[in-house]
């Protein structure tokens, strides 16, 4: 059973544009959730997060939207460069128990020059 | 610069052989999770190891064991290996839990080839 859902697979962009990546889940405990950047033979690496007290959270061109009872949240990349061409994922986890991240599928994103 | 090291970075097994993966954490957290990525999909929680302790555990059969040692550097061992066990291994780690522990850092991971 997939604890969180991701969306689009992937998704092309023009440079300059907004890249838009959606994530729900079902697990009601979930309190922290954080998008993660992968770039091909690397390990994720942390872009931003965000707890649900918050409905948005805003790092450089990152931003994080989180609707709370529609138990989804998305990353916006705003004007999207090239460099930004990775495979982002989305995650959640109930930071009480502090074990268990659970990863959406990812989304790879290709913007182009 | 997460500071979180795995080795080997790439190894190639076959079925029925035992592996050993080794992570050393950031400096500063004691709690080191592991995680299964096959090619095309998100990491999947294998386990966790907080101060030593297994500290939860995944949907994986108990031929995935780990350690931590006092230092807090782990090592993920794998028995009997099958092909699907072909994945990258990462290793996470993060503060205590409780202190801001649920931000997990990721180390480059190791390749497991098993043919």
């Known amino acids: 059973q997939q604890q969180v859902k991701q969306s689009p697979q992937s998704l092309i962009v023009q440079k300059g544009g907004i890249s838009i990546i959606n994530c729900a889940y079902e697990n009601t405990a979930f309190d922290y959730f954080p998008w993660y950047q992968q770039f091909p033979g690397k390990g994720p690496a942390l872009l931003i997060a965000?707890?649900?007290?918050?409905s948005e959270k805003k790092e450089g061109r990152f931003t994080i939207s989180f609707n709370k009872s529609a138990k989804q949240f998305s990353l916006h990349i705003m004007d999207s460069q090239p460099g930004d061409s990775a495979t982002y994922f989305c995650?959640?986890?109930?930071?009480?128990?502090?074990?268990?991240?659970?990863f959406g599928t990812g989304t790879s994103l290709t913007v182009i020059p | 610069e997460t500071g979180v090291t795995q080795s080997p970075t790439h190894l190639i097994k076959t079925r029925g052989q035992q592996v050993t993966l080794r992570c050393s954490s950031q400096s500063g957290h004691n709690t080191v999770s592991w995680y299964q990525q096959a090619l095309g999909q998100g990491p999947q929680f294998i386990f966790q190891y907080y101060r030593e302790e297994e500290n939860g555990r995944g949907n994986f059969p108990p031929r995935f064991s780990g350690l931590q040692f006092p230092n807090y550097s782990s090592e993920l061992n794998v028995n009997a290996l099958e092909l699907d066990d072909s994945a990258l291994y990462l290793c996470?780690?993060?503060?205590?839990?409780?202190?801001?522990?649920?931000?997990?850092?990721f180390g480059p991971g190791t390749r497991l080839l098993v043919l």
């Open positions: 996470a780690s993060s503060p205590a839990i409780g202190t801001g522990g649920e931000t997990q850092y």
């Open positions: 995650a959640a986890t109930d930071s009480n128990t502090g074990n268990q991240f659970y």
């Open positions: 965000i707890r649900p007290d918050v």
